[in-house]
């Protein structure tokens, strides 16, 4: 029977008969060249997922306010970035990043709010 190669580095593999890498080094490093184009570009929006939950938690202290758009957007503030949209049975549209939402309101003013 031949024997298995690890695809990485071309060693004989020894061990259990399901066993694909030679080391945990050798699969740490072909997961890491497998994941590595989409690492950046999620590490980015990651970040900006962060970054937008933070000022939303910094603005809303309790659990509603009602702050203008130049205050979110000197506070860092990326409104292309959020993870859900919520409309209400009277068609009002929450954008939420996380449990922290915002309702765009008149005159470039936003209410914040905190979802239960």
Known sequence: MARKK???C????????DKIYC?????????NKLNRDS??????INNRLRKNHRVLQ???PSDKIKVTKNK???AGFDFN???SIYTTKKGTVYYFVYDQ???PMDDDHYLIVKRD
């Open 39 to 44: 690492n950046a570009l999620m590490r980015n």
């Open 23 to 31: 080391s945990d080094y050798c699969r740490n490093v072909a997961n």
């Open 58 to 60: 910094e603005l809303n």
């Open 72 to 74: 979110m957007l000197a």
């Open 101 to 103: 939402g915002y309702l």
């Open 6 to 8: 690890c695809p990485e």
């Open 81 to 83: 970035f959020f993870t």
């Open 10 to 17: 071309k060693e004989e593999v020894r061990g259990r008969a």
